[in-house]
Nanobody
Framework: EVQLVESGGGSVQAGGSLRLSCVAS??????????MGWYRQGPGKEPEGIAI????????DHADSVKGRFTISQDRSKNTLHLQMDSLKPEDSATYYC??????????????????RGQGTQVTVSS
């Protein structure tokens, strides 16, 4: 089983930046073996997958809603996943979740399904 703990959320003004982190742990857990990703869920909204990084860490993909503003990365030595969020907008406000799933179906859209997830970290962007 994979345990995931997110951090780095907070409140920021529009145009600002935040960097989320997610530490993975568990018996012999290596994030390099999983499809790792981030998704978010705003109040009253469906979960939205926003970024994934393939097993091995060489390739990533981002949803159109965040492409060019958010960047997913990982530090394998620390079993940690990051999400750098720049040019934040009020519509980015949500609870952000780190997720880990099997490699099959590793896409931003599918990362919300059949994944281990953390407890979430709140991001609030004010105008």
């Amino acid at each position: 089983e994979v345990q995931l703990v997110e951090s780095g959320g907070g409140s920021v003004q529009a145009g600002g930046s935040l960097r989320l982190s997610c530490v993975a742990s568990g018996d012999e857990v290596d994030i390099n073996m999983y499809c790792m990703g981030w998704y978010r869920q705003g109040p009253g909204k469906e979960p939205e997958g926003i970024a994934i990084i393939y097993p091995g860490g060489a390739t990533s993909d981002h949803a159109d809603s965040v492409k060019g503003r958010f960047t997913i990365s990982q530090d394998r030595s620390k079993n940690t996943l990051h999400l750098q969020m720049d040019s934040l907008k009020p519509e980015d406000s949500a609870t952000y979740y780190c997720a880990a799933r099997a490699a099959l179906g590793c896409t931003p859209r599918l990362v919300v399904r059949n994944s281990y997830r953390g407890q979430g970290t709140q991001v609030t962007v004010s105008s």
